[in-house]
């Protein structure tokens, strides 16, 4: 089975890099050695994600180096398991970037679906937490803060949202952390500052550098208003595992073709002479797999190193430096809401108080929402750390009525000694079941699992890189400690990996015509009556 190129793996990257591929015109073959889309950003039922952790846990036994550690999990499933949809990679998809670009350019946003993400929250003390709903104009409506702090905080949100990069403020201060910035440039209060820099700029500790969270300050300021009042969505059924199956959708429809649940047993790789290089038939590649009849052979292969066999780690090339990289992720399953303050005491984009999540008066229950624990606010917590819980329920379809599912998230410092996961979490469980409105004692989950995640990520979060070498394309980890970065990282690593392969093809004749792909995704061929603005 000849084709242009093999992609391994379909994760988010390699399913958007599959799928812009196959609609430049080449042939693409999508293999993956699990049962379902999405690698580790799939989106699991309960029963699947049990499976999941517990063959996590058998090679994390047998391996050197580990992915996934420190597993544990509830031994009983709650009822109706398989209406569930946990993600491995929750995320939150900005409404202007990366990906929603190339959701709407490659047309796979009619295949998925999504909710605005109804309110970011504060956490403060034990049954306290601070809404923080990021509008601007909501300055002005703020009764909790002087005129002075106004103009300040006005002074500030016009300098973050234009051009600063070259801005006078700015300079020599660019890895300064954050919130001394905020605090010495511009005069803010620390209550103020921390807001800003945790709940608005996404910083995941003390240290985080301040041109980078300017950045992120600055796009997500931007995004709000594009799709209603908050900057961010949520995508359906566990999100970005939903999306990498759209995008392998859109792939199979321009011609790819797909092989699941099948492992690699043997790949073969020939040097190509420039004789032999002009046959249509001659593949730098042939790939076996363990219980497919058919011999795959392309002249391009992309993959991370991970997922091929270990006989041809050496085949991998090796990229920039980069660091080791820990976050402890935790599902717990509900069944009761948690409450924050209705709409009208949210309306501040600095935070309001709310004294007590035990009373019904003023609260409403929330579907959709992301609570931020700062460093040092939760007994027992880290220190310099952001921890962070994601919920989503019914309103995403990624949970049956009555039930909540939280997504915990704690990057570790790589000076943060190792802990076993549920203990690094438990503290901020506790606090976030502190915010059910309920008169009972303890709130008990009906569902949980911790772990942790051990991967490489470059300085500055977000950006990587790939390594071409001897027609073979490099997926580098695209693991992000920054929630609302997490999609966009991935898709900007497909964007150059789709460029890298380009050329590797261009040289092996693969697609006639291919100098003139002069975009990521060329113009989408609209079906009669599809509306555009329905993307």
């Known amino acids: 089975m000849n084709s242009d190129v093999v992609v391994v793996g379909t994760g988010l990257t390699e399913s958007i890099v599959a799928?812009?591929?196959?609609?430049?015109?080449?042939?693409?073959?999508?293999?993956?050695?699990?049962?379902?889309?999405?690698?580790?950003?799939?989106?699991?039922?309960?029963e699947e994600l049990a499976q999941w952790a517990d063959q996590q846990q058998q090679t994390s036994s047998s391996s050197q180096n580990p992915k996934f550690t420190s597993i544990s999990r509830s031994s009983s499933f709650p009822p109706n398991s398989r209406q569930f949809s946990l993600s491995l990679s929750p995320?939150?998809?900005?409404?202007?970037?990366?990906?929603?670009?190339?959701?709407?350019?490659s047309g796979v946003s009619r295949y998925g679906g999504f909710k605005l993400l109804e309110t970011v929250a504060l956490y403060d003390g034990p049954d306290r937490v601070q809404a923080v709903p990021g509008s601007k104009e909501d300055v002005f409506k703020s009764k909790t803060l002087s005129l002075l702090e106004k103009r300040r905080l006005m002074r500030f949100l016009t300098f973050a949202t234009g051009k600063f990069e070259e801005a006078k403020e700015l300079v020599g201060q660019e890895m300064t952390p954050f919130v001394s910035f905020l605090e010495s440039v511009f005069s803010l209060n620390e209550t103020i500052a921390?807001?800003?820099?945790?709940?608005?700029?996404?910083?995941?500790?003390?240290?985080?550098?301040?041109?980078?969270?300017?950045?992120?300050?600055?796009?997500?300021?931007?995004?709000?208003?594009?799709?209603?009042?908050?900057?961010?969505?949520?995508?359906?059924?566990?999100?970005?595992?939903?999306?990498?199956?759209?995008?392998c959708r859109t792939a199979a429809v321009g011609g790819s073709t797909y092989i699941l649940n099948q492992h690699i047993s043997e790949i073969l790789h020939e040097e190509l002479s420039d004789a032999s290089a002009d046959s249509e038939n001659a593949k730098t590649w042939t790939i076996k797999l363990q219980d497919f009849p058919e011999v795959l052979s392309c002249d391009a292969l992309i993959s991370s190193g991970g997922l091929l066999p270990p006989s041809l780690n050496n085949m991998v090339p090796v990229s920039h430096p980069s660091e080791q990289h820990r976050i402890v992720r935790g599902f717990v399953i509900i069944d009761k809401p948690i409450h924050l303050s209705s709409q009208d005491e949210t309306e501040t984009m600095v935070p309001q108080d709310i004294p007590s999540a035990k009373t019904n008066t003023g609260y409403n229950a929330i579907d959709t929402a992301l609570i931020l624990f700062p460093p040092g606010k939760v007994e027992g917590?880290?220190?310099?750390?952001?921890?962070?819980?994601?919920?989503?329920?019914?309103?995403?379809?990624?949970?049956?009525?009555?039930?909540?599912?939280?997504?915990?998230?704690?990057?570790?410092?790589?000076?943060?000694?190792?802990?076993?996961?549920?203990?690094?979490?438990?503290?901020?469980?506790?606090a976030a079941l502190s915010l059910v409105n309920d008169d009972s004692a303890n709130i008990e989950p009906v569902f949980t699992l911790f772990y942790t995640e051990d991967s490489t990520e470059l300085p500055g979060g977000t950006e990587q890189s790939t390594v071409t070498a001897r027609d073979f394309v490099a997926v580098p980890d695209t693991t992000c400690s920054y929630l609302p970065e997490v999609a966009d990282a991935h898709t900007k690593t497909a964007e150059e990996i789709f460029w890298q392969a380009v050329e590797i093809l261009k040289?092996?004749?693969?697609?006639?015509?291919?100098?003139?792909?002069?975009?990521?995704?060329?113009?989408?061929?609209?079906?009669?009556?599809?509306?555009?603005?329905d993307s």
Do not use: M
């Open 91 to 105: 995320a939150l998809i900005p409404s202007t970037g990366p990906l929603i670009d190339s959701l709407v350019s």
């Open 19 to 46: 799928a812009a591929l196959s609609k430049a015109g080449f042939t693409v073959i999508h293999i993956d050695s699990n049962p379902y889309y999405g690698g580790d950003q799939a989106s699991l039922n309960v």
């Open 507 to 533: 040289h092996r004749g693969g697609k006639e015509g291919h100098e003139e792909i002069d975009s990521f995704w060329p113009p989408l061929d609209l079906q009669p009556g599809y509306d555009d603005e």
């Open 381 to 430: 917590g880290s220190q310099t750390s952001v921890a962070s819980v994601l919920v989503t329920g019914e309103g995403t379809l990624s949970a049956p009525r009555g039930y909540y599912i939280l997504h915990l998230s704690l990057p570790l410092s790589p000076s943060e000694t190792q802990q076993d996961s549920s203990q690094r979490l438990t503290p901020y469980l506790k």
């Open 194 to 247: 921390q807001t800003i820099a945790y709940a608005l700029a996404y910083c995941t500790s003390q240290s985080d550098a301040t041109f980078p969270a300017l950045q992120r300050l600055r796009r997500y300021l931007l995004s709000t208003g594009r799709y209603g009042p908050s900057p961010f969505l949520v995508g359906h059924y566990g999100g970005l595992g939903e999306l990498a199956q759209g995008f």
